[in-house]
């Protein structure tokens, strides 16, 4: 196996969908590559981030927490030399993440206060929720 089928295989690798004579290869092919336990390390980095995103109830640090994986994750890059361009990639897709999830929970919390019949239901603590997401949103937008 080479670098590249095993890095097309490593996001299949990690959630165990895979057959396990190509799962042997992967592990035969990661005992001996370097740059492939790397990329598998910074697949595992965003897949915690995404599944720690995905349990979370409110977001006001979201930019904060995303923002300081990256810099981890350049930190990683400069110790190790591993690909530059995988490194962007991977911050790019970051970044869009983290704006599509702003946006989704901006527009998730803006679907509350819109109809009219239930403007004065509203809880002080979900306005103040949803006015900080817009502050979110606009911090990382700057
Ligand atoms: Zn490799």
Do not use: W
């Not at 992967?26 to 001996?32: G, M, R, W």
């Not at 910074?42 to 640090?61: A, D, G, H, R, T």
């Not at 897709?93 to 599509?100: E, G, H, K, M």
């Not at 103040?128 to 990382?140: R, V």
Request: net charge negative; with cysteine.
């Amino acid at each position: 196996m080479n670098c590249n089928s095993c890095n097309n295989q490593l996001e299949h690798y990690l959630t165990g969908k895979l057959d396990e004579d190509i799962r042997l290869q992967i592990e035969e092919h990661l005992a001996i590559c370097k740059d492939c336990i790397e990329s598998l390390n910074l697949l595992k980095i965003v897949e915690s981030v995404i599944s720690e995103e995905k349990n979370m109830e409110s977001n006001p640090f979201l930019s904060t927490r995303v923002m300081s994986v990256i810099e981890q994750i350049e930190q990683t890059d400069k110790d190790s030399g591993i690909s530059a361009i995988f490194g962007k990639l991977l911050k790019r897709a970051l970044i869009t993440f983290t704006l599509a999830a702003s946006l989704i929970l901006g527009i998730a919390s803006g679907s509350l206060i819109r109809p009219v019949d239930y403007s004065e239901q509203i809880p002080e603590e979900i306005a103040y929720l949803n006015d900080s997401y817009i502050e979110s949103l606009e911090f990382f937008a700057e």
